[in-house]
């Protein structure tokens, strides 16, 4: 059963724009509060990966957040906007999980793959944009997580590292027409699915270091002004090719498989 939720867009991680826009949220204020806990928790888990100036600005969003925040408009190096089109996105949430005996669990469920900084600006945003006297509550519950960044007591914290799986990337989707290929995604992490899909690897295919590598310097050269390609947009596919390359290439160094031929060599 779904007690919370926020979802963030931003751009990713390594691209060089900043901007961020809200996607739909339930933040329940009443009762447990779960809205409040979500966004404390949201801000406790990325606040020391914020860097000193974002540390140093991060009160007086805060401060400016208890009157509402217009946008668009410009916040901690970050732009903030409305529009999510060509954005990536980060979904945090609080569960209930019944398990096998019946019994329930609640789980904090941290999306982890985007940078720190728009998901703090992210849960602000969506505290400013309540009614007033839930938005005290919330804004609350954000200026505890400065002040003590911890984590709720009593949940279990899940954190996924490469996306939420089967939530779909902001990268074109590859899907064929009847839907095949879309259910083949359904258990791939949406960040791990982005990288394969720059790279044109399909759900079903196995991702070997070798092809990985062999597939970037060939989509490198076809994207490369040097090499007759359009000078428009260049570095930005240049950086998403690398960023996807970068992905893959931890994944598979950090796999089972690998480690036992590295073992074997």
Not at 83 to 88: C, F, N, R, S, V
């Amino acid at each position: 059963m779904l007690l919370a939720e926020l979802n963030i867009w931003h751009t990713r991680r390594h691209m060089p724009t900043r901007r961020i826009a809200l996607g739909d949220a339930y933040l329940p204020m009443s009762g447990p509060g779960w809205g409040a806990v979500l966004l404390g928790a949201v801000v406790a888990e990325h606040l020391d990966d914020l860097d000193e100036e974002q540390r140093e600005l991060l009160p007086r969003l805060v401060d400016d957040a208890h009157a509402g925040l217009a946008v668009p408009r410009i916040a901690l190096r970050y732009r903030l906007q409305t529009d999510t089109h060509g954005l990536d996105r980060s979904r945090h949430r609080i569960v209930s999980e019944v398990g096998v005996a019946g019994g329930a669990t609640l789980v904090l469920e941290i999306d982890r793959h985007g940078a720190p900084a728009p998901q703090i600006i992210g849960a602000v945003m969506a505290a400013a944009g309540l009614p007033p006297t839930p938005r005290r509550a919330a804004l609350r519950a954000v200026e505890v997580a400065i002040d003590r960044p911890e984590l709720p007591e009593g949940l279990v914290v899940r954190r996924l590292l490469e996306g939420v799986p089967g939530l779909q990337p902001f990268a074109p989707p590859m899907a064929d027409a009847n839907g095949v290929d879309a259910e083949r995604w359904r258990a791939v992490p949406a960040e791990r699915r982005w990288a394969m899909e720059v790279l044109g690897l399909r759900a079903d295919m196995t991702v070997e270091r070798r092809d990985v590598q062999a597939r970037f310097r060939r989509l490198v050269r076809l994207a490369h002004p040097d090499h007759g390609a359009a000078r428009d947009g260049a570095a930005e596919r240049l950086a998403e090719l690398s960023d996807a390359r970068e992905l893959l290439l931890a994944s598979t160094d950090s796999s089972p498989d690998s480690a036992r031929a590295a073992g074997s060599g």
